[in-house]
T-cell receptor, first 113, second 116 residues
Framework: AQSVSQHNHHVILSEAASLELGCNYS??????LFWYVQYPGQHLQLLLK??????LVKGIKGFEAEFIKSKFSFNLRKPSVQWSDTAEYFC???????????FGSGTQLTVLP | DVKVTQSSRYLVKRTGEKVFLECVQD?????MFWYRQDPGLGLRLIYF???????EKGDIPEGYSVSREKKERFSLILESASTNQTSMYLC???????????????FGSGTRLTVV
């Protein structure tokens, strides 16, 4: 079955540390890739997306992600995290012509002040 | 401001009750989705709909049904609620019937359902 894997379930960092969250998917065709963020008590919000073109995409709040097709990966990065980045992060993939997104299990990021 | 509105933020129901979760969007979106969100499992797709009176099963449809009588409204029905359906339920919508929309989904704020 097609799936999306986020191997880091809970990440704890100090402020100013660098962040990388992994996301892998199992589908050999065309994909559209997303990262969503959910701050405590809030809606899911779109952080960034990849559809085509430059595999390095930049999103809001200093986040970026790189699509590596050969590795079926779309890892999220931020050079220097802040306490306000504490949230749960979800990778999501639309596979082929599907109109629905398949989500990963999420990564809870805790940033210590 | 575009919105997906879920009728209840918190809901407590008894085992065996029939439960209706309502979702309304004001963006004239064609596509609507119901997910449940559980710790460590992420978001799992229950049902979705591409058009009025149309529905398709997602990954975990057992114990649920849906109704879409109007374009803007997508209801999730638990025919006989059970404790393992205690969860956060998220509704989402997206536009278009062709390529996946670049803006992705718009999510509602969720309904936290507790079945006792």
């Amino acid at each position: 079955a097609q799936s999306v894997s986020q191997h880091n379930h809970h990440v704890i960092l100090s402020e100013a540390a660098s962040l990388e969250l992994g996301c892998n998917y199992s589908y050999g065709g065309t994909v559209n890739l997303f990262w969503y963020v959910q701050y405590p008590g809030q809606h899911l919000q779109l952080l960034l997306k990849y559809f085509s073109g430059d595999p390095l995409v930049k999103g809001i709040k200093g986040f970026e992600a790189e699509f590596i097709k050969s590795k079926f990966s779309f890892n999220l990065r931020k050079p220097s995290v802040q306490w306000s980045d504490t949230a749960e992060y979800f990778c999501a993939v639309a596979m082929g012509s599907a109109r629905q997104l398949t989500f990963g299990s999420g990564t809870q990021l805790t940033v210590l002040p | 401001d575009v919105k997906v509105t879920q009728s209840s933020r918190y809901l407590v129901k008894r085992t065996g009750e029939k439960v209706f979760l309502e979702c309304v969007q004001d963006m004239d979106h064609e596509n609507m989705f119901w997910y449940r969100q559980d710790p460590g499992l992420g978001l799992r797709l229950i049902y979705f709909s591409y058009d009025v009176k149309m529905k398709e099963k997602g990954d975990i449809p057992e114990g649920y049904s849906v109704s879409r009588e109007k374009k803007e409204r997508f209801s999730l029905i638990l025919e006989s609620a059970s404790t393992n359906q205690t969860s956060m339920y998220l509704c989402a919508s997206s536009r278009g019937q062709g390529a996946f929309p670049v803006e992705g989904y718009t999510f509602g704020s969720g309904t936290r359902l507790t079945v006792v």
